[in-house]
């Protein structure tokens, strides 16, 4: 991509370095959802219209975007910013667990949809989020796997990914 904006779109390359060092000034993590925001608390998290007693729990932004354009879930979100991988040095505190549970617990959500991906990593951090919560009193769902074993959210078609999040089941 670069070589192809050095060669062929120099003014283009120009916006988009510029496009990026704007963005690395002023993008945060919302103080709600945890995704990428210009506020403290970013446009969907104020949104009226969303469900508020249902927490959708995605690894990425990226996942987060591919559920929105599936127009197939209605609740808020909580974006991890990655999955438990031990050996790679990443435990409940780098995925932000505490800010979870904090969430989770603020005595609107009363369902969380564990929307991670059907990997090793996405499953075992599923399965240890869906055990913090429920020892708190909430029910914990878990998206079904109409998704391929291994495949990832990001990557899927809206149907798919629609069908697997009306399949959910409690784990
Ligand atoms: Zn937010």
Known sequence: MAYHLLQRDQAGA??????LTQALGKILHCEKCNSYAEAVVCELCSSPR???ALLCVVETPG???MMEQAQCYQGLYFVLMGVLSPLDGIGPREINVDRLIRRATDGMVREVILATNFTVEGEATAHYIGEALRARGLTVTRIARGLPVGGEIEYVDSGTLA???????EV
């Open 50 to 52: 969303r469900d508020s």
């Open 14 to 19: 120009a916006r988009l370095a510029a496009a």
């Open 63 to 65: 996942d987060l975007l």
């Open 163 to 169: 069908q697997a999040v009306v399949e959910r089941r």
